[in-house]
């Protein structure tokens, strides 16, 4: 038995059933899948107001705009004199089915599971009796939530504008600053239950087609009932699961999402979800920003810079002072080393202890910071820090110096643009305080290694993850590792994402 259940078990088979609906295509049939549903309508219409030719109309109100099914179906139906001039109504079957509505998107189907699955995404169907097939019109509502500034990732010099939940917009994000007809857009669905548009996205005469058939094959596999959260496709996608560290790449925002696209990498855009993925992810991306390529390469270099050395803190600077206190007093100049013991005289706990709690309040308190409402929150953080912060050394609870290094710490974790990346090191920083405190600065050292042979070993699509730290058969990356170049300098493209053309500029 374990902390995840009663042992290992095997689950029971997940049905699938194709065709998901075998009745026959009849209004009736359609309309006895909705039963009980409070929203399914059905109509009623003559031709051309012949009371002798009728139609049933089924659509879903709510998925469907009203002015578009009534001045561009019902209307026309309705008033067409083709229509009424038509000997039966088998020919104003195909006159309607060659535009004499006005409907831009028209389809002919003859299954019921294509009329259910457009009924649901908003499309209106016409039945006509006696026949087994079915027309149905594009009249899908457009109600979504407005492109808005990125609110994860802001950008000084940057654009204005972030993905949001309909996925057609957000390809009409991308096509907007992509405007090359090698754009693919290549589309699954996923979810048995959910039935979630998952589009992957790459640069034909750029990325590694065999890169977006990996993608592609992967998000066939997932075989869930609900594509709903970022986690049922990131952790169906990734290529390994037993790491803290991410191997997705994500993005609200369209500008770095294209940018990436045009580098070689492929995007993937889930329907519902505000945000895209790029791959493969490799560490320096979870190090970039939009602003990276917005100022000049000497102070994106410094600022590069400071994130690597903010991740160096975050991870060993708690367990350097548990280290340096425990056993190698001798690295802590004398006057410093007086203050700390004089400070931890009235202190009951040891300094493992006092450290391992402080990072364990912090964590509590980042953690309550952000499930409350933002007004609720800020009065969290302000009462924790007043409480974890001058109560607690006042209270002698724990030290002044391991509340500074655990602050410190803790504000170099914030450094790292990507907050799934920051997770990772604060769990990495736990273990590396531990074995700090068993085995001294020696198990500062193995901890460090340990975490470089894990980084070492990952891959994304088969690309290091250090790239471009590490060689991928000879392929290395050009232009942006920790230092920055002059962006007319790198006159190619990343060689580890193995592209079809390496030269991105003259």
Known sequence: MGIFGRGKRIPPPHPQQEPRFSCPLTADAVAEIFQDCADFSRRTLFLGGDRERQVEALFITGQVRNERASDYVLRPLVQSRALQEAPDLDAAFELMAKGELYSLAVAVRDTADQVVF??????????????????????????????????????????????????????????????????????????????????????????????????????????????????????????????????????????????????????????????????????????????????????????????????????????????????????????????IISAKADVPFSTLVEVLVMLAAFEVLQEAGLRLPASVGQTVSILGGLVVGSAAVEAKLVSPAVLVVVAIAGIAGYTAPSQDFAGALRLWRFCITVAAAVFGLVGLTLGGVVLAYRLAGLESFGVAYLAPFASNAGRRGEGHAVLRRPLPEVKTRPGYLKTKNRRNQG
């Open 118 to 339: 457009d009924l649901v995404n908003g499309w209106l169907a016409l039945f006509f009796p006696g026949r087994a097939q079915v027309l149905t019109f594009m009249t899908a509502t457009e109600e979504k939530r407005a492109v808005a500034p990125p609110g994860n990732e802001p950008d000084v010099k940057g654009a204005r504008d972030s993905f949001v939940e309909s996925v057609r917009t957000n390809t009409s994000l991308v096509r907007r600053r992509l405007r090359s007809p090698a754009l693919r857009v290549k589309e699954q669905l996923v979810g048995r239950q959910s039935v979630t548009p998952v589009d992957v996205v790459y640069l034909k005469d750029i990325a590694d087609e065999g890169l977006a058939e990996q993608i592609e094959a992967r998000i066939r596999e997932i075989d869930i009932d609900a594509m709903l959260m970022t986690g049922n496709f990131e952790q169906y996608v990734a290529p390994e699961t037993t790491t803290a560290f991410p191997l997705t790449v994500y993005t609200e925002r369209p500008d770095r999402f294209c940018a990436g696209l045009a580098e070689g990498r492929v995007g993937v855009l889930v329907d519902g979800i505000p945000m895209g993925w790029l791959f493969p992810a490799t560490l320096d991306s979870f190090f970039r920003t939009g602003q990276d390529r917005s100022t000049g390469w000497m102070l994106a270099s410094v600022l590069s810079l400071l994130r690597y050395v903010c991740m160096l803190l975050t991870l060993f600077l708690p367990g350097l002072y548990v280290a340096a206190v425990l056993y190698h007093p001798e690295l802590i100049p004398v006057k410093l080393m007086l203050s």
